[in-house]
């Protein structure tokens, strides 16, 4: 199995409050990747990073931001949370672009 | 704009029998699909992939097909088997970019 932890993995939150979600591989991947997954739309793409602080936006990419300090940690941030960002978001890695990503097991958050 | 679909929500099949999950797709630039299989509580898991300069690809009792025309691709299991019971996703990219499309996923249940 691909060495990759989410932490944490469960949260429950207010609405407004700021969320970081962390994403550790040790892999040494350049890749790495979050998405989050909600009924009805299979998983979707909010950022990915190809590099240490090279981000790119994905699919659904408003109310979140990313930040990638270290090879190893890529982080997701809510900035201010709100209720239709109840998800469970997945971090994957690739070593390359364009070979299969690897999960890790998920965060479920859920915002009231 | 759905650009990947999973049609079926859900496929029941006897055990020892072929299980076929289809996937169609809207994008003609999409060049690279891949299946995941996801077990409740845990991360998507690569089960096989296909570039569009093939129309099959085998791994052990796994194929995908690949119908370029009609923009169509299936993953045949055979024979099938109880842990074979999972969520099913395929997702589509260009190939060389790190954008995957998913679709909303089969629910396969494997009867004994």
């Known amino acids: 199995d691909a060495g990759i932890t989410q932490s944490p993995r469960h949260k429950v939150t207010e609405t407004g409050t700021p969320v970081t979600l962390r994403c550790h591989q040790t892999?040494?991947?350049?890749?790495m990747y979050w998405y989050r997954q909600d009924p009805g739309h299979g998983l979707r793409l909010i950022h990915y990073?190809?590099?240490?602080?090279?981000?790119d936006k994905g699919e659904v990419s408003d109310g979140y931001s990313v930040s990638r300090s270290k090879t190893e940690d890529f982080l997701l941030t809510l900035e201010s949370a709100t209720s239709s960002q109840t998800s469970v978001y997945f971090c994957?890695?690739?070593?390359?672009?364009?070979?299969?990503?690897?999960f890790g097991d998920g965060t479920r958050l859920s915002i009231l | 704009d759905q650009q990947v679909k999973q049609n079926s929500p859900s496929l029941s099949v006897q055990e020892g029998r072929i299980s076929i999950l289809n996937c169609d797709y809207t994008n003609s630039m999409f060049d690279y699909f891949l299946w995941y299989k996801k077990y409740p509580a845990e991360g998507p898991t690569f089960l096989i992939s296909i570039s569009s300069i093939k129309d099959k690809n085998e791994d052990g009792r796994f194929t995908v097909f690949l119908n370029k025309s009609a923009k169509h691709l299936s993953l045949h299991i055979v024979p099938s088997q109880p842990g074979d019971s999972a969520v099913y996703f395929c997702?589509?990219?260009?190939?060389?970019?790190?954008?995957?499309?998913f679709g909303q996923g089969t629910r396969l249940t494997i009867n004994p």
């Open positions: 994957a890695i690739s070593a390359v672009g364009d070979q299969p990503q690897h």
């Open positions: 892999e040494n991947h350049r890749y």
């Open positions: 997702a589509a990219s260009v190939q060389g970019a790190q954008k995957l499309v």
């Open positions: 990073s190809y590099g240490v602080k090279d981000t």
